[in-house]
């Protein structure tokens, strides 16, 4: 079955330290990858996607994340964090149906 | 382009009362999804439809949920009745539909907060 795991539930970096938000995904086909990010009473708004290509995509907000298909993941990172980035992310992968299958999210918090 | 609606933002109810809530996608998107998202966790799908055709419901409670895209366009999702652990925020998105993948983005709405009593 089809899963996504964000190992860590809550991080906390410096305002201008660089960020990395692990994602692990389980899919026996070619994965289609997304990263979410939902700021607090706001829905969801994507940051960048992978199809297919280049491994290294480029999103929003100065987001980039790098498919690794020998390790399964799919990691979001940002050179440097700015306060308005504290919010909640969610990687997800997509099924064959058009299913979205979340991991449980990562909160990110920022220190001043 | 407007973003996809949905209302109301909150709701309060008590247990074993019902409840609606309405989503109206991005003008011409033919795929709707209805997702719940219980706090500390990440969304998860309820129904998706298809135009007016449900495609997957297969997580949904069909108990006491029901949702209906009538006319292709608009949806509501109802709970009826509502029990303690229906408490979540109910996002609804949509996405063009179709083969090309740029069908497979999804645009979410700012969701409703149901708090059940």
């Known amino acids: 079955a089809q899963s996504v795991t964000q190992p860590d539930i809550h991080i906390t970096v410096s305002e201008g330290a660089s960020l990395e938000l692990r994602c692990n995904y389980s899919?026996?086909?070619?994965?289609?990858l997304f990263w979410y990010v939902q700021s607090p009473g706001q829905g969801l708004q994507l940051l960048l996607k992978?199809?297919?290509?280049?491994?290294l995509v480029q999103g929003i907000k100065g987001f980039e994340a790098e498919f690794k298909r020998s390790q399964s993941s799919f990691n979001l990172r940002k050179p440097s964090v700015h306060w308005s980035d504290a919010a909640e992310y969610f990687c997800?992968?997509?099924?064959?149906?058009?299913?979205?299958?979340f991991g449980q999210g990562t909160e990110l918090s920022v220190k001043p | 382009e407007a973003g996809v609606a949905q209302s109301p933002r909150y709701k309060i109810i008590e247990k074993r009362q019902s409840v609606a809530f309405w989503c109206n996608p991005i003008s011409g998107h033919a795929t709707l999804y209805w997702y719940q998202q219980i706090l500390g966790q990440g969304p998860k799908l309820l129904i998706q439809f298809q135009n007016n055709g449900v495609v997957d419901d297969s997580q949904l409670p069909k108990d006491r949920f029901s949702a209906e895209r009538l006319k292709g366009v608009d949806s509501t999702l109802k709970i009826q009745p509502a029990k303690l652990e229906d408490s979540a925020v109910y996002l609804c998105?949509?996405?063009?539909?179709?083969?090309?993948?740029?069908?497979?983005?999804?645009?979410f709405g700012p969701g409703t907060r149901l708090t059940v009593t």
């Open positions: 997800a992968v997509r099924n064959q149906g058009g299913k979205l299958i």
């Open positions: 992978y199809f297919s290509g280049d491994t």
């Open positions: 899919y026996g086909a070619t994965p289609y």
């Open positions: 998105a949509s996405s063009i539909g179709g083969l090309a993948a740029s069908s497979y983005e999804q645009y």
